[in-house]
């Protein structure tokens, strides 16, 4: 079992930047594939971006794209979501997904973390 705590949410002005981490104990995070997924309010769990184990191979949804990116440093054993050009409807929480699947969707999502506010303010 993993435990995942995210990190790094905040208010921000549209055009602006943040920086999300996940910081993992119990099993290493080299054992998962690792992803992010965000839910605003009245909305359902959406999926954001994956990153394999390795690092190798990475998804991001088509509304993020070229705006974010995901990333990992398993010898610190944490994920990372560096968000630019950030648009009042990336307003959201985030969490951080760990998965034995290449997970795109919320279902086969194995571990959730607790979740980190994001506002993007106009």
């Known amino acids: 079992q993993v435990q995942l705590v995210e990190s790094g949410g905040g208010l921000v002005q549209a055009g602006g930047s943040l920086r999300l981490s996940c910081a993992a104990s119990g099993r290493t995070l080299d054992n998962y594939h690792m992803g992010w997924f965000r839910q605003a309010p009245g909305k359902e769990r959406d999926f954001v971006a994956a990153?394999?184990?390795?690092?190798?191979?990475?998804y991001h949804a088509d509304s993020v794209k070229g705006r974010f990116t995901i990333s990992r440093d398993n010898a610190k054993n944490t994920v990372y979501l560096q968000m630019n050009s950030l648009k009042p409807e990336d307003t959201a929480v985030y969490y951080c997904a760990a998965s034995n699947v290449f997970a795109t969707r919320a279902e086969h999502v194995a571990y959730w973390g607790q979740g980190t506010q994001v506002t993007v303010s106009s």
């Open positions: 990153i394999s184990r390795s690092g190798s191979s990475t």
